[in-house]
């Protein structure tokens, strides 16, 4: 089952050097419930080097979620701090891997792009 | 009868009650225990006997901690009391009160003490929108404890309160039937916890009292001593050094470590602004502040491109809450990043705290966020393409439509009054992103080992300020234009945002002394200070709030930049106003007051706030004996070069932290202030680093 829960723990974990979380060390275990069942991932940082591993172990900081709401936040549609707050997701341990992890989810469909990709030169310098 | 609000705080947890301890709170009233942005009870009054209190007297033992003396009965004149009730409040995660009763009488006494509890969950955007709820309510009796809850869908808070003794627990509070023996006491520790489930990091912190009283302590021990021959000051000072205790706060997030926030009760809250204002006022004082809001808000530093927040990637948060309305994304701020000045500041703040303690540590950590904020300056604030940093909202629902300081809808105009529309490029963010090129050159030059990109924004900085020497000037009155407007065109109404540019050095120095002039001059300058629009503008008004009051906040950064542009006496001038203005209102500065000329009304009239204190007034006098003293960082070295106005004699500032360890720093008042100095010496033009 490939969704975008999965695209992003195989995006995380491909291996690239993330500096959004180069200060951060520990391990961030995620418990998605679908249902009766329950899928484990853990996120594996070490000084911006990451690491994705399926199933349980030790943690420093545990998300539970709903799979499909989890699914949603990978796709950007919901927003993680907000989803926290109301109690559709919680967190267990140190909540500053929570505040980075949030950090890597992507953004809502937007109207506007950064300049570098919306135009071409500047009018004006 | 008790109008009278007393408040305490710890962090983000406050206490709203009248001057007998008790909170009625209807949804647009703000009293209440308030915690995370959610009141958690909107109803705690004590009665003995069917009897409401009156209050004798209020203690303020300490900002997290007050005392109520209080008789039973409701009567104007002399009560003959044979009771006294005495509670004692402390806030700690909710709070934790002890109530206690005297009787005074030699007989014994049989008497029924009742404590009403509710709480409506009103997030704080409710409380001042009055807004309908949409969830449900509940009380539950549980094991001689009584909890408050409210839900909605996954959402849950709730209220938990018990007390030591034995109390008969109903859903509307706690009674106690109890005999006092002749001159005999009684009393109970009522208990009353805050819960957010699910966010573990938020649960209950028990004992803290003792380390919050060891923390205060620590407080002072490391910040620096005064000596002064004028005692306002040194009142002042200690004021400040209380009051920016109080704003400390530790989200979530830092580790413990605390950061200042906005303002109390309301902001108590991470702001990129008010943050890293505060911070950088608070430097030579209490660097540890920097340090921690330079982290904290890194590790929020937006990744993404958001409408409904405003968000993207490099930008540095506006405002971070917690309640129902963000939880239910109702409201953008979680957080929200509408402010266009937050991310070159944070450059700024950053350079500003290595130059003071020299912790190449944390600007080396700190190099992807401080690129990705100079990054954000081109890329994602030029939204002309003519190079220049402008805002406009997305979120045009409830984002905010003016991103710099000056949020307010009319402080952004013309000199005949007219609004100009969106976007709009602030003449100061223009000044910080140019500091914050410069800044970021000197540190990737110094630390990050990146010469080339040195060079890069250093020949960016210069060709920003030769575009905005020419675009912004307004050539017949020689001052900078407020904005300029999307045609380019320039909004030409004189504000105090020239003292800025001159802070972040953007100023030409042919053009200093033009500025000063008008800043020093009698449209600007009240004989208190500089007002944020000069008089004679359409739309000045000297209790406009952003278009005419005089801003401490404001006028402890002119006078930083007028010290930059070597006009010494010009920045005592405002040092003396606004340090005697401070006296008016017993050393802590209100947020703003009036620019009504000093002469008219001989004191500051205080613009009515919900806050005080707020936090970059309470650092206002901390910066204002930096630009006194002139002090400033060369090197391994802390320059002192002081010019202070005559009236305060001998001044001293011992045990400077920094990074050459302690240092002392001395001055002697010799700058007389009759008023007005720019606008009758000949100003002094020796720049030092403009």
Not at chain 1, 96 to 124: T, Y
Not at chain 2, 36 to 46: A, I, N, P, Q
Not at chain 2, 79 to 86: E, H, R
Request: glycine share 8%; hydrophobic share 40%.
């Amino acid at each position: 089952m490939t969704d975008a829960a999965h695209e992003l723990f195989e995006r995380l974990g491909a291996g690239k050097d993330l500096p959004v979380l180069k200060r951060a060390n520990g391990t961030m275990l995620f418990e998605l419930k679908d249902g009766k069942r329950s899928e484990r991932w853990r996120l594996i940082v070490d000084k911006g080097e990451i690491a994705v591993a399926r199933g349980s172990g030790a943690s420093d900081c545990v998300l539970r979620a709903d799979r499909k709401l989890f699914a949603r936040m990978a796709a950007g549609e919901v927003n993680a701090f907000a989803a926290v707050l109301r109690g559709a997701v919680t967190i267990e341990g140190d909540p500053r891997l929570l505040v980075l992890f949030q950090r890597l989810l992507p953004g809502p469909p937007s109207r506007r792009q950064g300049r570098r990709s919306a135009e071409s030169g500047r009018p004006r310098r | 009868m008790s109008g009278e609000v007393v408040k305490i705080l710890d962090g983000n947890t406050f206490v709203v009650s009248d001057d007998r301890g008790d909170i009625e709170a209807s949804l647009t009233d703000t009293t209440g225990l308030f915690s995370f942005d959610t009141r958690f009870l909107s109803k705690w009054v004590v009665t003995v006997d069917d009897q409401r209190l009156s209050s004798l007297s209020v203690d303020d033992l300490q900002y997290f901690e007050t005392r109520f003396f209080l008789v039973p009965g409701m009567g104007t004149v002399y009560i003959d009391a044979k009771l006294s009730v005495i509670r004692q409040r402390a806030v700690a995660h909710g709070f934790q009160e002890v109530l206690t009763i005297l009787n005074h009488d030699e007989k014994p006494v049989k008497l029924t003490v009742r404590i009403e509890a509710a709480s409506d969950f009103a997030d704080l955007f409710e409380v001042k929108d009055a807004l309908e709820k949409k969830g449900r309510y509940e009380n539950r009796v549980e094991r001689g404890s009584l909890r408050l809850v409210y839900e909605r869908d996954t959402f849950r808070r709730s209220t938990l309160i018990s007390s030591s003794e034995r109390a008969k627990v109903d859903e509307d509070g706690l009674t106690f039937q109890l005999k006092l023996p002749g001159h005999g006491e009684w009393s109970t520790e009522l208990d009353v916890v805050v819960e957010i489930p699910g966010y573990a990091a938020l649960e209950a912190r028990k004992g803290r009292r003792r380390t919050m009283e060891a923390n205060l302590d620590r407080w002072f021990a490391g910040a620096p001593r005064i000596e002064c021959d004028w005692d306002p000051l040194k009142r002042t000072y200690r004021r400040s050094l209380v009051d920016l205790a109080a704003l400390r706060f530790a989200p979530p997030v830092t580790g413990g470590r605390s950061l200042p926030a906005a303002g109390l009760p309301w902001f108590m809250t991470m702001f990129g602004r008010d943050s890293i204002f505060t911070s950088l006022q608070a430097l030579p004082f209490t660097p540890e502040l920097a340090a921690t809001t330079l982290i904290a808000l890194g590790e929020w530093q937006g990744t993404r491109i958001d409408d409904f927040r405003d968000e993207d990637p490099g930008r540095i948060l506006h405002e971070l809450r917690y309640g129902e309305l963000t939880a239910f994304e109702e409201r953008p701020h979680s957080p929200y990043y509408g402010c266009a000045d937050a991310t070159p500041l944070y450059v700024v703040l950053l350079d500003e705290y290595e130059r003071w303690t020299g912790d190449r540590k944390l600007v080396r950590e700190l190099e992807f966020e401080a690129r990705a904020a100079l990054a954000w300056i081109d890329e994602y604030a030029d939204l002309q393409g003519t190079g220049y940093v402008w805002y406009q909202r997305r979120n045009e629902e409830t984002g905010l439509e003016n991103q710099c300081w000056k949020d307010s809808w009319d402080s952004i105009s013309y000199r005949d009054g007219r609004l100009p529309g969106f976007p709009r490029a602030t003449c100061e963010l223009q000044g910080y992103a140019y500091d914050a090129k410069m800044r970021g050159a000197r540190l990737a030059r110094e630390v990050w080992n990146d010469p080339e990109f040195a060079d890069e924004l250093e020949r960016q900085a210069a060709d920003l300020k030769r575009r905005f020497n020419r675009d912004f000037w307004v050539e017949d009155d020689e001052y900078f234009a407020l904005a300029l407007d999307l045609e380019g065109k320039q909004v030409d109404a004189l504000a105090s945002n020239n003292g800025h540019l001159l802070w972040s050095g953007i100023v030409d120095k042919s053009k200093a002394k033009a500025v000063v002039r008008h800043l020093m001059g009698q449209r600007l300058f009240s004989g208190w200070g500089v007002r944020t629009l000069a008089e004679g503008e359409a739309r000045f008004n000297p209790i406009g709030y952003h278009v005419g009051t005089v801003w401490p906040f404001d006028n402890s950064f002119i006078a930083w930049g007028l010290r930059r542009y070597g006009f010494k006496d010009e920045a005592a001038a405002i040092a003396a106003g606004i340090l005697d203005a401070a006296d008016f209102f017993d050393g802590r500065l209100p947020e703003a007051f009036g620019g009504y000329e000093r002469e008219q009304t001989k004191y500051p009239v205080q613009y009515p706030t919900a806050c005080s204190p707020q936090a970059w007034s309470t650092g206002t006098p901390l910066l204002l004996l930096r630009t006194m003293l002139g002090l400033e960082p060369l090197g391994e070295h802390l320059v002192v070069d002081p010019a202070l106005p005559a009236r305060i004699g001998h001044l001293e500032l011992l045990d400077i932290p920094g990074r050459w360890g302690r240092v002392d720093a001395f001055g002697r008042g010799r700058v007389e202030i009759d008023g007005r100095p720019g606008a009758r010496r000949t100003a002094r033009t020796t720049a030092r680093r403009g």
